[in-house]
């Protein structure tokens, strides 16, 4: 079964970092292109960051860039999403979810990991 | 920056049908992906590429493209089928994913 499961959410104070984990499953990991996706509470979907399959492609939203990383270790098929210089504004579920082989749309998805970002 | 509009909400009697409308400038000549999102839960692609639906989804879920305009309708519409709905595409002349920003769905 093909699987997505974030990890490294918490609460966190303004300034500080985080990073957080997304282990795949069930499928060839290194064959894909990976996204973050957030939401912030009670708000729609927010595009965070792209890695292509083979790392040599990443994309952020202004909102990021500049203070995230995206990464992935295909040897241990996980995806990571290093934050820096956290904002209160980034409060949200975080969602992993893979690109399809064919489309840029998102056929996999994780079930989230909450980010806190409060003194 | 590319942007997609949705209504905030529609709402539909049972067995009735449902159209969600996503609007964009030339939307027509991208390739447009939806996503259904039920409380609590992540996002699921519904249809894709304009009008393809994944395996498992069922029929009475279909997509249409063109100008400036993209639909997804939902046909004979359940209980099961209230939930968030965002429309999503590629922008490829900024290199980003660009969402709607959602419809709730609401069955009367």
């Known amino acids: 079964q093909v699987h997505l499961v974030e990890s490294g959410g918490g609460v966190v104070q303004p300034g500080r970092s985080l990073r957080l984990s997304c282990a795949a499953s069930?499928?060839?990991?290194?064959?894909?292109?990976m996204h973050w996706v957030r939401q912030a509470p009670g708000k729609g979907l927010e595009w965070v960051a792209f890695?292509?399959?083979?790392?040599?492609?990443?994309y952020y939203a202004d909102s990021v860039k500049g203070r995230f990383t995206i990464s992935r270790d295909n040897s241990e098929n996980t995806l990571y999403l290093q934050m820096n210089s956290l904002r209160a504004e980034d409060t949200a579920v975080y969602f992993c979810?893979?690109?399809?082989?064919?489309?840029?749309?998102?056929?996999?998805w994780g079930r989230g990991t909450l980010v806190t970002v409060s003194s | 920056s590319y942007v997609l509009t949705q209504p905030p909400s529609v709402s539909v009697a049972p067995g009735k049908t449902a159209r969600i409308s996503c609007g964009g400038n030339?939307?027509?000549?991208?390739?447009l992906h939806w996503y259904q999102q039920k409380p609590g839960q992540a996002p699921v692609l519904v249809v894709y590429?304009?009008?393809d639906r994944p395996s498992g989804i069922p029929e009475r879920f279909s997509g249409s493209n063109s100008g400036n305009t993209a639909t997804l309708t939902i046909s004979r519409v359940e209980a099961g089928d209230e939930a968030d709905y965002y429309c999503?595409?590629?922008?490829?002349?900024?290199?980003?994913?660009?969402f709607g920003g959602g419809t709730k769905l609401t069955i009367l």
């Open positions: 979810a893979r690109r399809t082989g064919r489309y840029d749309a998102f056929d996999i």
């Open positions: 069930g499928f060839t990991f290194s064959s894909y292109a």
């Open positions: 890695i292509s399959y083979d790392v040599n492609n990443k």
């Open positions: 030339n939307i027509g000549s991208k390739s």
């Open positions: 590429d304009d009008s």
């Open positions: 999503q595409v590629w922008d490829s002349s900024s290199d980003h994913v660009v």
